[in-house]
């Protein structure tokens, strides 16, 4: 996911905190390895942070705004086959159903929760994100996302 598309689709990113798991599912990491980062384990120091309390078990949160910058840091790249993602916006996501093979490389992060896919940002701005520690995340295909928004229907 580019950093234009957090901040094009993200309501004030400056007030939005994350919990690990969100943070972990933006920048395609477990969260394992996001906690290693943190301590500093991974050779890079990773994002920003803030720790709520002062106990080891104390929970942390990440400010979307502070984790935009973090990923800006780094030089950009591009994927083995010479190319970045054009996706922008859940709208190109959804404009690539029934395009072709493309569509089916190009992934999108949801929030999934009781058992559907809701794009990361809807999520976040329903505060499903901040709300419910349980939310899993996952990048799917367009192919994906058709099957499990019509499992019950």
């Not at 502070?66 to 190109?92: K, N, T, Y």
Request: hydrophobic share 40%.
């Amino acid at each position: 996911m580019s950093p234009e598309a957090v901040e094009q689709n993200a309501v004030a990113p400056e007030d939005r905190w994350l919990p690990p798991r969100a943070t972990a599912a933006v920048l395609g990491v477990s969260e394992k390895w996001l906690a290693a980062a943190r301590e500093g384990r991974k050779g890079v120091e990773g994002p920003p942070f803030r720790k709520l309390g002062t106990g080891k078990t104390s929970p942390v949160r990440y400010n979307l705004a502070r984790l935009r910058e973090w990923i800006e840091s780094f030089p950009e790249m591009v994927d083995l086959a010479g190319r970045q993602s054009s996706l922008r916006s859940f709208a190109d996501f959804k404009g690539l159903i029934g395009t072709g093979m493309r569509a089916l490389e190009e992934r999108w992060l949801f929030a999934i929760s009781n058992g559907k896919p809701v794009d990361f940002f809807q999520a976040l701005n329903e505060g499903i994100v901040e709300n419910k520690p349980a939310t899993r995340y996952r990048w799917l295909t367009p192919a994906t996302w058709i099957q499990m928004s019509d499992d019950d229907q």
